[in-house]
């Protein structure tokens, strides 16, 4: 008879009338929606249920009340009616539930007694003991010893659920502004369905007072609670870093198909962190191991402009720690590749024949640190120096083109990689005779 039942009822909830709901005299009441999986139409939180009548649009309609036992042991209530409606007079107890059966269906209804609920917080301390560089721990104080925040309600089936007291938690803290760089002071508002003793929050990166509000209820009836806690010194330490690598356009030198850091040297990179308030030491590390059991260098600022001229793999990292030391924050770690040297010497070029063709002479370069190159003519006459890999001759002496011929260069150079260059060549100056048709050498 008993399984019976309940598959009556887990029936008749499959459809329901649009609109089904109570109404109260005699008290002022929250109506919250329920989720489908309880089976329940609305809960009602009242804020004392004391004298308080419930009624439903239906005189015909049969009441019964049911505990967290669940609707199938409901049991049948005596009402009375009033034209085309029916009243209960609800009974003073905390919380319980009540059926509707009107045309074949059944609603139910979880009542909520709010004066065994009152918000009953006193003040919000922080607990330092228990928290860590990422936790803190706030402590509630009831005003009555062992006092329990949470209201729970039952499904129709006797499932406990924890009704959502719209509690809040409001304090400071910092948050990144990816597009200006910096840290900017934040208010943050934690919603807190139900309180505890203790509540644990992210570790907030600046001083700051807590405030807890609520709960919802209250405040819907202007009765809400308001408390502020003494200011809390944060040690928490949190860095934003970003690395920004200055590009060279030459023409001759020679890159790696590579979207990270690096490439040919030297190569230009500046690393920036920002950091939270709690920061007091700040350092950026160079190291040739990833795992970082060796430091080549070490750089106690925010900003560093480093220039890459070794070849290999070089890796930088950030570390920010408060005053004391409890609290560190080490950054992603950047890899930086810079690729082995190579040099390559033209023999022939004409300059003055088609501008914008061929009318330079240039190494192919990559990876070259230090460089020196000097172009005699074949009186030994030098005619040009160059300084840099990147600059070319664009074939003249003393501002004006050299005649057509063989010239030579000697280059002393030195790659990322270590490698010496000890270089020394013909160049050829070719020059076309356009009313010939020939190239022509003098």
Known sequence: ??????????????????????????????????????????????ENVAGVTATYPSAGAKWSKWSNSGAAYAEAVAVTTDGASSQYVLP??????????????????????YAAHHVDFKDVTFDDADSDCQSLYLNVKPLREGYNYSINYYTINGAPRTLDRGYRLSYNTLEYDENAKVYNLATKTEKLGALKATVRIDKPLCDTRFTLSGDRFAEEWGAGE???????????????????????DNDNEQTDQTTGLGGSAPVDITFVAAVTDAVKFTEWQLSSSADFDTYELRFNQTEVEYTFTQYGTWYMRFQASNADGTCDYFSPV?????????????????????????????????????????????????????????????????????????????????????????????????????????????
């Not at 308001?226 to 060279?248: F, G």
């Not at 990689?417 to 000890?422: L, S, T």
Request: with cysteine; proline share 2%.
């Open 1 to 46: 008879m008993r399984a019976l039942m309940v598959l009556t009822l887990l029936a008749a909830t499959g459809a329901t009338a649009a609109g089904a709901g109570l109404e109260f005299t005699g008290g002022r009441v929250v109506a919250v929606n329920a989720e489908a999986s309880t089976g329940l139409e609305k809960i009602y939180v009242l």
């Open 226 to 248: 308001h408390v502020e806690s003494d200011t809390y010194a944060t040690d928490a330490v949190e860095a934003m870093t970003y690395a920004e690598q200055t590009e060279r």
């Open 334 to 442: 950047y890899e930086i590749q810079i690729g082995e040297s190579k040099l390559v010497c033209p023999n022939a070029f004409s300059p003055g024949a088609s501008e914008g063709v061929n009318d330079e002479w240039k190494v192919s370069y990559k990876s070259i640190v230090d460089f020196e190159c000097h172009i005699f003519n074949r009186w030994g006459v030098k005619v040009a120096t160059l300084t840099h890999p990147s600059q070319g001759w664009d074939g003249k002496y003393n501002g004006k083109l050299v005649p057509s011929g063989v010239y030579y260069y000697v280059i002393k150079a030195r790659g990322a990689d270590g490698h010496k260059y000890d270089l020394s060549g013909d160049i050829n100056i070719i020059r076309y005779n356009q009313s010939r048709g020939q190239n022509v050498t003098e």
């Open 92 to 113: 003073g107890a905390d919380g319980f539930g009540i059926t509707v059966e009107d045309g074949g269906r059944m609603y139910h209804f979880w009542i909520v007694n």
